[in-house]
């Protein structure tokens, strides 16, 4: 990890404010990109979307916050969590699933607390580049079967050459905006190629306009609130089945810490430090358990939208989530925003997560990884293979860790007990 290496390249850094109209547009930006996720978790789960939103705004202010302002991070609905939440939501209710959701943000609080006392430098001998890159890019690669799914499937898992056309018509016209056009219409060029997608499906009978007509201009969501809504006691099984995938999360959360570095050149694991990110991604859960919300984790699509725009402001972030707040209690906007059709934001995705995954790839090139050694080799190639493929570990049925998980545990381990030289490198070299 190096310290803070400014990139030319970038238009607006942390901590660099836009005009009130270009940041409107550019927070809009992040909201649609974030959605499509935030609101489909709480619908699975049998959650209310609006709240979810609510939750993912002010998630993400007070993220921002302890962070000092630092770490441009998203907070949106987590998957990770889906299983168990949908199993508690039959048998016991919301009140346990936010007991679940609480009890995992106490344990963010406690291992930022442990790594407060610990320290970072640990960070840089276990995380080296050969580690990183295949780990970013894992990240970026794993979601490369959600953006297909979107791009080609219907909710029911049939194919749709319509949806692939109108993901394909995004996609171009998002690059079209990005690569032919300089200042303001670059920098929003994932929101215009949301709105041209949205209108060629339109066009092509695919935007279902009835629950926007049905929706009310004003409506406050249905929060559940402790102490308000019910009368708290102890969930054991809740618990129990969700605190560890917590570390499944944490992982997550790390890998998107890397990624951030190496787009801002600036090193988030000393500055503001893990133990503050991990706070602030812990009490934004804490928060969305009291309300009503889903667990709450820091979202790949926003970070594929600042790699492509070059815009890393704090305060685009800040509007976002501001944005988000506001539409949780306008039901017509809400639901405009649901009706963007899947193979939209499908076509979309293809840009963001392999923006991600490229980013991997760069860590690998700039620190000069050399994959004649057959040490990275090893590292790399088993990262990748583990991640992309999604090998998961499941301990129980309620609790698999990601192949991401898996793989960044591989690649570590592999990191710290691997020799410098294999043998016959060793021999070769005498």
């Known amino acids: 990890m190096t310290d803070y290496k400014k990139d030319p390249s970038i238009l607006l850094d942390i901590e660099d404010k836009p005009g009130l109209g270009r940041g409107i547009f550019l927070s809009i930006q992040h909201l649609f990109a974030m959605f499509g996720s935030t609101v489909l978790v709480p619908i699975l789960v049998g959650l209310n979307p609006g709240i979810a939103l609510f939750a993912s705004g002010v998630g993400t202010l007070l993220h921002i916050l302890i962070t000092h302002r630092k770490i441009p991070l998203y907070m949106g609905s987590s998957f990770a969590f889906i299983t168990i939440m949908i199993s508690l939501m039959k048998t016991a209710g919301y009140p346990a699933v936010a007991q679940g959701i609480i009890a995992v943000g106490v344990v963010y609080l406690l291992i930022a607390l442990i790594v407060s006392f610990v320290g970072h430098d640990w960070i840089d001998k276990a995380l080296p580049p050969i580690v990183v890159g295949p780990i970013v890019m894992d990240i970026g690669l794993s979601l490369a079967g959600t953006a297909a799914s979107d791009a080609t499937m219907t909710a029911a898992g049939k194919y749709e050459i319509k ?46 306009f009835a629950p926007v007509m049905a929706a009310k201009w004003f409506q406050v969501p249905d929060f559940d609130i402790i102490f308000v809504s019910y009368r708290p006691q102890m969930y054991w099984g809740a618990i129990i089945g969700m605190v560890p995938i917590a570390f499944v999360t944490m992982t997550e959360h790390l890998g998107h810490i890397m990624v951030l570095n190496e787009m801002t050149g600036r090193n988030f694991f000393k500055d503001p430090g893990l133990a503050k990110t991990l706070t602030g991604d812990g009490t934004a859960s804490i928060f969305s358990g009291l309300v ?7 979202y790949g699509e926003n970070i594929g939208v600042m790699a492509i725009t070059k815009i890393h402001s704090i305060y685009i972030l800040i509007g976002a989530a501001m944005f988000a707040i506001v539409f949780s209690f306008v039901g017509k906007l809400s639901a405009l925003i649901q009706s963007i059709p899947r193979p939209v934001l499908g076509g979309v995705s293809f840009l963001l997560f392999g923006v991600i995954a490229a980013s991997g790839l760069k860590i690998l090139v700039e620190n000069k990884v050399d994959f004649n050694k057959k040490r990275n080799l090893m590292i790399a190639s088993v990262v990748l293979v583990i991640g992309i493929g999604n090998a998961v570990l499941q301990l129980a049925p309620t609790l698999q860790f990601s192949g991401l998980t898996v793989a960044s545990i591989v690649g570590i381990i592999l990191n710290l007990i691997l020799p410098k030289h294999a043998a016959s490198e060793s021999v070769e070299n005498e």
């Open 163 to 208: 949806f692939f056309l109108v993901a394909l018509f995004t996609l171009f016209a998002t690059i079209f905006f990005t690569m032919f056009f300089k200042g303001f219409i670059s920098q929003v060029a994932i929101l215009l190629g949301i709105i041209v997608g949205y209108l060629f499906a339109a066009a092509l009978g695919l935007v279902d």
């Open 292 to 298: 009503g919300g889903p667990a709450l984790t820091s």
